[in-house]
């Protein structure tokens, strides 16, 4: 029996530290701002609790987007909540070609690339990702998915599609 392969790609820690800095530094540009008399302490309280709130929007924002890739008998399977809640498969049969590419954020971006209209591939990644699989299937444009284990995830599409292995 062929293993499955798994992933799930999250963002590291380090843009938590990123965020208390930026909260950090805001504070004190909006606290000097009521050192030199331009700023009531009261419109200080409101804009630091408004930036606060929204920092905390987008670390729960972070915190609970994650890619998950699987590759079983059906085909392969990607979800990215809370851009593509709902897991989408990519059945062997609709699979052409597919291939471990270089993936650069600058030429592809980040997250998820079908809201990219002049793209000429989909693209599902996370950040950090510096490989990505390469899928062909029955669609008009090809979609690349980031990944941490390229070598484990080709192999695990080769072993499912390959002649040898019967469902």
């Known amino acids: 029996m062929i293993k499955e392969f798994n992933e799930t790609q999250r963002v590291g820690n380090w843009i ?33 609790g ?18 998950y890739t699987k590759v079983d008998a059906q085909g392969v399977s990607y979800k990215y909540p809370p851009f593509c809640i709902k897991w989408k498969l990519i059945p062997f049969e609709n699979i052409n070609d597919f291939q471990i590419q ?6 592809h971006g980040y997250g998820v690339g079908k809201w990219n209209f002049f793209s000429k591939t989909d693209s ?17 444009k090809p979609i690349l998915i ?3 284990k390229a070598s484990e995830f080709y192999n695990a599409i080769r ?7 019967e469902i």
């Open 16 to 48: 938590y530290i990123l965020l208390s800095t930026d909260l950090l530094v805001v504070s004190l540009i909006l606290y000097n701002d009521v050192k030199k008399g331009n700023m009531s302490m009261n419109e200080f309280m409101f804009s630091l």
């Open 50 to 67: 408004m930036i606060l709130l929204l920092n905390v929007f987008i670390a729960l924002f972070i915190r609970f987007s994650a890619l």
């Open 102 to 107: 270089n993936y650069s954020s600058m030429n």
């Open 124 to 140: 599902i990644t996370s950040i950090g990702t510096d490989k990505a699989i390469k899928i062909n299937y029955n669609s008009k």
């Open 146 to 148: 980031g990944t941490q």
């Open 159 to 165: 072993k499912f599609k390959s002649k040898e292995y």
